[in-house]
Structures are given as structure tokens and as C-alpha cells.
């Protein structure tokens, strides 16, 4: 909601606490989004850098982090009926919501059934969606038996 401090999101990247790199984010505003309404992102390559220089520039604190960062982020325009897809390694956050509007928004994330897993475990946070043949033949395969 406009001003609301309640759900604001520091600057961070969700590998920064252990969730998998081969993970990307489904974002799904349920209303035009713009402006501080919406969430930042900092672009691939200003974020690569950022990574080289992260114990110089990266500070003590979210606040911090993002002062380092604020002039190269980009405050992404997402209209109801779009959706972003997102590489939740990249750093991101919200601020306060400065627009006269409430922001609706729904995400879900989507990673490969094989890649590691963090905090978030399939049949508790992942389910497995689309298995291809060769996975299910793979799950199911046992060793001959010997004796
Ligand atoms: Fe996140």
C-alpha cells in the first residue's frame, strides 16, 4: 500500500542466503506497476560488478547496499496482464511505495528438478512440475540385483 512500512524488501539477491542459482522468479502484478510501486533490479552487468567490488562497495547494512547502488538500478514498469521473469541472483528489493496506488502482485519460482536446492525443498516449497522421460527413467533406474 502507499507508505507502508511494513512490507518492504531490503536490497538483496536470494542466492545471497542460499537459495540456488539456477532458480529465476515468475512476478505477476495483478496491477499496472511502475515507479516506487514496483520492485528494482540491478541490471547483469552493473551486477557482476558490483559482485567483484562487493567488500568494498557492499557496506554493513542493506541501507548501505543500496546507497552503493542506487543510481544504476532499474525501477521496472510492469503493466497488469505482463509478467517478469526474473534471475533472483541479481540484487533487488522495493522501497517505499511512494505512488498513490497499492501494489498486487503474486511470484513463483521455477528451477531444474536437479539443481541444488537451499532452504526451499521440493514437496515443501518446489513441486515438480514437468518431468522429462529421461528424468523419469533416470529416478526410477535400480542396479541389477546380485543376489
Ligand atoms: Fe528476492
Known amino acids: 500500500m502507499p ?3 511494513s512490507s518492504l524488501l531490503p536490497v538483496h539477491a536470494d542466492t545471497w542466503s ?3 542459482p539456477f532458480e529465476v522468479v515468475v512476478w505477476l502484478p495483478l ?11 540491478l541490471p547483469p552487468i552493473e551486477s557482476a560488478k ?15 547496499i543500496f546507497d552503493s547502488i542506487k543510481t544504476e538500478v532499474k525501477w521496472l514498469e510492469v503493466k497488469s496482464g ?15 511505495n511512494e ?3 497499492t ?5 513463483c519460482r521455477f528451477k531444474g528438478v536437479f539443481t541444488p536446492y537451499g532452504d526451499k ?3 515443501e516449497f518446489f513441486e515438480p512440475i514437468t518431468l522429462r522421460p529421461a528424468s523419469r527413467r533416470g529416478m526410477s533406474y535400480e542396479l541389477p540385483k546380485i543376489s
Open 103 to 107: 501494489r498486487w502482485s503474486m511470484n
Open 31 to 41: 496491477v499496472d506497476c511502475f515507479g516506487t510501486k514496483a520492485m528494482y533490479l
Open 121 to 123: 525443498k521440493p514437496g
Open 3 to 5: 507508505n507502508d512500512t
Open 99 to 101: 505512488e498513490t496506488e
Open 18 to 20: 542460499g537459495d540456488s
Open 82 to 96: 505482463q509478467v517478469l521473469v526474473f534471475d533472483q541472483s541479481l540484487p533487488h528489493g522495493n522501497r517505499l
Open 50 to 64: 558490483f559482485s567483484d567490488e562487493f567488500s568494498k562497495r557492499g557496506g554493513s547494512s542493506s541501507e548501505s
